[in-house]
């Protein structure tokens, strides 16, 4: 078997590598220092960057050079850690210490290793999956796959128990994240049923809590918080995290601590630190209770708990799973070790696939998705989440929906929001993203029929694509980068730029024009009064562009009051010449608000600009004042039949105007 591909265990606080050795059987490769796992510590010290056990130790000495716990922060993309002028991402820092595993790896294996599984909580959504793939790239890795932490402590353990048929639960409690996993082992096949859990809860939490009540008494004895000094934090955390070690095997421990020459002496009993932890207990308990029930298991019918993560070896822990399953959890395999394991034995499954060969092991893992995927839809007079993958559906799984259909003249591009999360409100899930599908052939309104298909892949990474059922196409799409959050949407914060035009020509001398420099003076103030998300650009037709688009108020009723008629109508112009003015403005909503009494010189072409407009997402608003107005046909222009207004007289036209303002205020 030339199995040159590994599996590695990328921790919040330790990190571990091995692979199957020629025998078939995984092991974990030690570290250059001799090590099985390695602290997933970095250190900056100047033009080096170190990893492991000396950048833990440099934690208290040089606080501001160390970065730690990065595993919560993957896929943040407002996380970054600055240092020498370079500002470093969560997946550039994690691609250091995966750097590592792999450099001392083949200083031990004697050959260069280019492909590697990478385990992720199974409760990662899709950027923390994304950005864990891309860890693994700038790290010089070909990562063949991901797998869910729980199901590769059970792949290890299924293989360590080959032939035994059992119902097995994976309590999966590392240093910064737990999951928990309920699975079948059937014969060669590990099917997982079901999986949950909480990927900001680990051991850290246990560690902080014992730091903030260290620091309370250091406070109320000495008057001075040392969590103000990030060295004396860095101390207090080490002083701790061994306190927390010693109490696993002994009922008390003695926790001193000294800062600006005072000093901090307190007896921890076990009792006391499991009283302070009890609901970080709590929470493990409710998932656990959540997953059997998503599982429809009972306690009594699971036959093994397999323990996963180094913070399983608290004894509150221990003494829970007891309590809830009425038996001692397996202690077959090291709980620090057994991830690493089971993803070696995935990498070399992969690897031996991807070659032709025999596979080293035969037996086979069947996993799930964490987290149900939906998409936005307005339903009921609100934003909704409506699924379309229900969490712990099997993966790869797809599901299709082919009843998306075009809502404008034209429409060349169709949006959607998708989230993952199980709340029907939108805002309460995690947003993937807001997705633009390009290339449709304008037809008219209706025509054109979609068929988007939602996908996890493999790695429970989210795929989606759409085919135009017109002509079999499949569409392209991309990610906007607007920077409109889905909590813009759900305020109505989407920024709004409005195009407002006027006709400026002869047929409005007089009481007119006037009335019209009233109202639009009305509909400006009214509009942008207040908001912050809504900017105006001002076009009068003859005349051209009077403002480029603003949110300077100031600066376009100015203009507006200087407008007067000078000759014909030259409509179609002064759409190509709003619609070049909104241009720019991208994943924003566009308004084109036309006022006019006559009739434009080009009616074919003002049409036509119109398509243009309603093709790229405009929308187009007509107010036509007076009683030789062609209601019919600017009723054409539009783009619903709500969107024409029409004033007998120039009297009624700030009235229109305002209501106009009020509902494009409102989001309407």
């Known amino acids: 078997m030339s199995n040159r591909a590994v599996g590695i265990d990328l921790g919040t606080t330790y990190s571990a590598i091995a692979q199957v ?33 000396y950048a ?8 501001d050079q160390v970065v730690d716990f990065i595993k919560r922060q993957i896929g943040d993309p407002n996380y970054g850690f600055a240092y020498g002028g370079e500002v470093y991402t969560p997946e550039k820092l994690s691609s250091f210490i995966l750097a ?8 031990r294996l004697g050959h260069p290793i280019e ?57 999966d409690l590392g240093g910064g994240t737990f999951d928990v996993t309920y699975a079948e082992i059937v014969g060669k096949d590990i099917k997982v049923t079901a999986t949950t859990g909480d990927h900001q809860l680990g051991g850290k939490d246990w560690d902080d809590s014992l730091i903030k009540w260290a620091a309370e008494r250091f406070v109320a004895t000495h008057g001075i918080d040392p969590l103000d000094d990030i060295a004396a934090y860095h101390d207090l955390r080490q002083k701790c995290v061994s306190a927390k070690l010693t109490l696993t095997r002994r009922p008390k421990v003695n926790l001193f601590f000294d800062y600006e020459g005072k000093i901090l002496r307190e007896e921890v009993t076990r009792e006391m630190f499991e009283e302070l932890t009890s609901p970080l207990v709590a929470r493990c308990e409710a998932l656990t209770l959540d997953v059997l029930q998503d599982a429809n298991a009972e306690a009594s019918e699971v036959d093994v708990v397999l323990l996963a993560g180094g913070s399983t070896r608290m004894p509150r822990v221990r003494k829970l799973i007891e309590n809830m399953f009425n038996q001692a959890a397996a202690t077959d395999i090291n709980p620090d070790e057994c991830v690493a394991l089971g993803a070696a034995l995935t ?67 169709m949006d959607l929001w998708l989230v993952q999360g199980e709340s029907t409100n939108p805002t309460e899930c995690n947003a993937l993203g807001h997705f633009e599908f390009y290339g449709i052939p304008p037809r008219p309104a209706g025509d054109t029929r979609l068929a988007v298909t939602f996908r996890y892949n493999a790695n429970g990474i989210v795929e989606v694509e759409a085919i135009d059922l017109n002509n079999g196409q499949t569409l392209g799409h991309r990610l906007s980068d607007s920077g409109i959050s ?43 009064g207040g908001q912050t998300n809504r900017k105006l650009s001002l076009v009068a037709f003859p005349g051209g562009l009077k403002t480029p688009v603003t949110d300077n108020k100031d600066q376009i009723l100015t203009a507006v009051n ?44 003002t049409l036509e600009e119109c398509n243009r407009i309603r093709r790229t997402g405009g929308r187009i608003i007509t107010i036509g004042v007076g009683q030789q107005v062609q209601q019919d046909y600017l009723r054409s222009l539009c783009s619903s039949a709500n969107d024409y207004h029409h004033c007998d007289e120039p009297l009624d036209l700030e009235g229109t105007f305002i209501n106009l303002a009020t509902e494009l205020s409102d989001g309407a």
Do not use: W
């Open 100 to 107: 590592k595993l792999k450099h001392d790896a083949e200083m």
């Open 56 to 63: 833990k130790q440099a934690a208290i000495a040089y606080p």
């Open 486 to 528: 889905l909590d813009d949407v759900t305020r109505d914060q989407v920024p709004m730029h409005i195009a407002l035009l006027m006709d400026c020509s002869g047929s409005m001398y007089g009481q007119s024009i006037t009335a019209a420099r009233k109202s639009a003076a009305s509909f400006v103030s009214k509009t942008m």
């Open 347 to 413: 990498a070399a499954l992969e690897s031996a696939r991807l070659s032709g060969e025999a596979p080293p092991v035969d037996i086979r893992t069947h996993d799930v998705t964490s987290h149900s995927l939906g998409m936005v839809v307005f339903k009921d007079g609100e934003l909704k989440n409506s699924q379309i993958i229900r969490r712990n559906t099997r993966i790869p799984c797809e599901r299709t929906r082919d009843n998306y259909v075009t809502t404008h003249e034209g429409q060349s591009t």
């Open 115 to 171: 492909e590697a599984v990478i385990t992720v909580p199974a409760y990662f959504g899709d950027q923390q999956r994304r950005a864990t793939l891309k860890a693994g790239e700038l790290a010089g890795l070909k990562v063949l796959k991901l797998i869910n932490e729980p199901t590769a402590a059970a792949f290890a353990y299924g293989l360590a128990n080959a032939g035994k048929d059992m119902k097995v639960l994976v309590f």
């Open 562 to 605: 200087g407008l007067s008629p000078i000759g014909s109508t030259p409509m179609a112009l002064g759409l190509a010449q709003a619609r070049a003015s909104l241009k720019a403005s991208t994943g924003v909503q566009k308004i084109y608000v036309v006022l006019t009494d006559g009739h434009p010189d080009d009616p074919a072409g």
């Open 21 to 53: 050795n020629k025998h078939g059987v995984p092991e974990i490769l030690a570290n250059a220092e001799g090590d099985r796992i390695t602290p997933s510590v970095i250190l900056f010290d100047e033009d080096d960057i170190v990893v492991g056990n």
